[in-house]
């Protein structure tokens, strides 16, 4: 831990604003919370940085006509920033890219890069990966990193001469200036700068050798694109760039995300101040990234550093991903667990119910420590891991309610019970001769210290909480030896003696572990904090005061901190995010048009007496059954796949300013994938009465025309501009 206080910057990726926060977000973000609130404890000067990513084709086409870029990338980027708000974490800043400070600093990037010969002018083909927004290698039609075929893009841009940096590159990783970790990943950054060197020899090319006398093919890195001409939801790249072209170009996705690491602390603003910030907090001292984006963040990021002259962020660290059912959770598979689903399952069934009086806030706070505990102790950071509700369960109850919970509550409660809720005034160094257990415990207490220490810069999360686990396990195997209990029985001084040292060093570790469990955990420790009588003191890791418990504190009023889950509440998680089966197979179509029924747009009202069939065997019907239906343009800005659902897709619809958003169930999944249909116009029954389906409620239908044998679905739309909330009549 460092000595005196040091200033540290660090930051999550910034989340692209297509689709709604999963865990696999939440995981970076905690993981960086963690991080930041230990440095925060340590003294450290600390800023911690997250945000969303909002420009690019991507965006664009999710946005589509009828929502303005703008307004949909608002409607995700609050969702992002509203759950990390209920979940307690403490970022420093928000960052969008579409916000005011971010794009002229943006703009001074690019033309820094301008103005020293990085960048120049060319056309070319190539193939796009949209989804990634990335460019890929291949020839047209080539698969994409999402497994889709990419696009081919023909166009004039501005390009980054990134070649010139392969060299400086392998020297600044290879010897750890640019520290990137796990090994795995520096590894693959390494033999991606290195280029295939036995294929090259085999080929007579030309091969070198880095600083460090590492063999490298020349010429492996290639330029590139770091604007793009044929679409306009980016930053206009600045001048004098801009008045070299008659055609309108923006920044490149990539350039105007990563430029946000410099943009969120000052740079590019002419406010002293933010300057000032700028100049305090650059370099970054860590970026946490998953690992998919390591190529960008370890061999572009610093190569436009290295090319505007500035310096190179300290690590880049790149963790695992997160499986669902076997595969990386991802909102283009469909497989995701939300956040809010942990929230409202573990906050209001598991706290909320041993806590009727609790708010919302307290819940959701509590649920968030849940899972903050789980996924950094259940996976080895750097590595992937599956997630399931049952391990989250077993997890919880075994070392939070059995473990933890249970050593404050059954040492509190003696304290309370025995010494009228005052921590025991005892010279413990006095009697260590007399007491081995005690000793031993408190050597423990040290060793876990020590090793902690030891391992700050790791972000071993999992070894760190297993010893904190350790510690736990070591301290409740001390009080059964003890049996405190028993010896609360026996009236004699030397028992007392020993009474009040067994409960005053389980008291200390208790402290310890509280105070090395703070960042995992902030509302509990919290709560433990104030029942060991401590809830006005800072938790504190400074030297001298780890084992320092002072004798005679008070106690605060106790009660249960982790109440035991049930296993029943698996389902319950499961319930909401995979919905049970739907009545019938053709109810899910039937919230589109049911295929059944040819070219149908609602199911008809109640056949009118005397009325003759019109078309096939649908009942004529009058104008005014026709007005009861109230059919409305909505516009589509979520769309999900629902696990375990084939057929069914969730969507959220955007009914315009006069009503307010709506959930519609759609039987559509086998037909559109969600990503084509974020930014689509439709056609809603915007009054049939709402029905449940797999547990979610369906707030209307939308109109699909149905053909073929099998009777697909063809969404309902209009060739010319029509306003949200607009009703066919
Ligand atoms: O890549 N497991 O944004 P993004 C673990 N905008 N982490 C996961 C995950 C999973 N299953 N799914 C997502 C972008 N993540 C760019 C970044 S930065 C200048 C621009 C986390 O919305 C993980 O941190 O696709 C991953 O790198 C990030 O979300 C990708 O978020």
């Not at 039609?141 to 990134?162: A, M, S």
């Not at 409960?503 to 995992?520: G, M, N, Q, R, V």
Request: charged fraction near 25%.
């Amino acid at each position: 831990m460092p000595e005196t206080a040091e200033k540290f910057y660090l930051t999550t990726p910034i989340y692209y604003v297509n689709a709604r926060p999963h865990i696999g977000h939440a995981y970076t973000t905690i993981a960086a919370d963690v991080i930041a609130r230990r440095h925060r404890l340590l003294g450290d000067d600390t800023f911690f940085l997250t945000g969303t990513d909002e420009h690019g084709q991507k965006t664009e086409r999710s946005a589509a006509a009828a929502i303005p870029p703008q307004h949909f990338a608002d409607q995700i980027s609050i969702q992002f920033r509203d759950l990390w708000d209920r979940m307690g974490l403490t970022y420093d800043i928000y960052n969008r890219t579409t916000d005011v400070k971010h794009i002229p600093g943006a703009q001074k990037l690019f033309a820094a890069h301008y103005e020293r010969g990085a960048i120049y002018l060319s056309s070319y083909t190539s193939q796009y990966c949209v989804s990634e927004e990335i460019f890929v290698e291949g020839p047209p039609g080539t698969i994409g990193p999402d497994g889709r075929p990419t696009e081919t893009v023909t166009e004039e841009n501005f390009f980054f001469r990134l070649s010139d940096y392969q060299l400086p590159l392998l020297d600044l990783i290879e010897s750890n200036t640019l520290h990137i970790a796990p090994d795995t990943r520096k590894n693959e950054v390494l033999s991606f700068l290195r280029g295939n060197v036995v294929e090259a020899r085999a080929q007579g090319l030309e091969i070198a050798r880095s600083a460090m006398g590492i063999e490298y093919v020349k010429g492996e890195l290639r330029d590139l694109s770091v604007s793009r001409s044929s679409f306009t939801w980016g930053i206009p790249i600045p001048e004098p760039a801009a008045s070299t072209t008659d055609k309108k170009h923006v920044m490149y996705v990539w350039l105007d995300a990563l430029a946000n690491y410099l943009t969120g602390i000052g740079y590019g603003s002419d406010d002293p101040a933010e300057q000032a910030k700028f100049k305090k907090y650059w370099p970054a001292d860590l970026h946490l990234v998953g690992k998919e984006i390591t190529r960008q963040h370890c061999i572009y990021w610093p190569a436009f550093l290295l090319a505007a002259g500035l310096p190179l962020p300290k690590s880049i660290i790149a963790h695992g991903w997160l499986l669902f059912e076997e595969s990386k959770m991802s909102k283009s598979r469909g497989n995701v667990v939300r956040t809010e689903t942990i929230l409202d399952a573990f906050g209001d069934e598991v706290y909320g119910k041993q806590f009727p009086e609790s708010t919302k806030a307290e819940r959701d706070l509590f649920a968030a420590d849940v899972l903050r505990y789980f996924l950094l102790r259940e996976i080895p950071f750097g590595q992937d891991g599956s997630f399931s509700f049952d391990a989250l369960i077993t997890r919880y109850n075994a070392d939070l309610a059995n473990g933890y919970g249970n050593l404050v509550s059954r040492t509190l409660n003696m304290i309370n019970t025995s010494f009228e809720g005052k921590i025991p005034d005892v010279e413990v160094r006095h009697s260590e001769g007399q007491d081995e257990l005690g000793v031993a415990l408190r050597i423990k207490m040290l060793q876990v210290t020590k090793n902690i220490e030891d391992e700050k810069d790791s972000y071993n999360f999992t070894n760190y909480l297993a010893q904190i686990s350790g510690l736990i396990a070591a301290t409740d195997a001390y009080l059964s030896a003890e049996a405190p209990w028993k010896l609360a029985k026996l009236n004699d001084d030397r028992n007392q003696q020993r009474l009040k040292r067994v409960l005053f060093i389980a008291a200390e570790s208790i402290k310890l572990i509280t105070i090395c469990l703070d960042p995992f955990m902030p509302f509990t420790t919290g709560k433990v904090w104030t029942q060991l009588g401590f809830g006005s003191t800072n938790l504190s890791l400074e030297k001298g005061q780890l084992t320092a418990c002072p004798p005679g504190t008070k106690l605060g009023p106790l009660a249960p901190i982790f109440p035991r889950a049930d296993k029943g509440l698996a389902q319950i998680m499961t319930d909401m995010e995979n919905p049970t089966t739907p009545e019938t197979t053709t109810a899910a179509p039937a919230e589109t048009a049911a295929p059944t029924a040819p070219a149908t747009a609602a199911t008809p009202a109640a056949p009118t007496d005397n009325l003759q069939p019109a078309t096939d065997n649908s009942p004529q019907i009058t104008i005014d059954d026709f007005a009861k239906v109230d059919l409305r343009i909505a516009q589509i800005v979520v769309a999900e796949r629902i696990p375990k659902a084939d057929k069914l897709l969730r969507l959220e619809v955007d009914l315009g300013p006069n009503f307010p958003r709506r959930q519609i169930l759609a039987g559509i999944a086998e037909y559109y994938t969600p990503e084509s249909l974020i930014g689509r116009k439709v056609v809603i029954v915007a009054n049939l009465a709402p029905r449940k389906m797999r547990g979610l409620e369906s707030q209307g239908m939308v109109v699909a025309a149905s053909i073929g044998p099998a009777g697909a679905p063809v969404l309902a739309g209009f060739l010319e501009e029509v306003e949200l909330g607009a009703r066919l009549k």
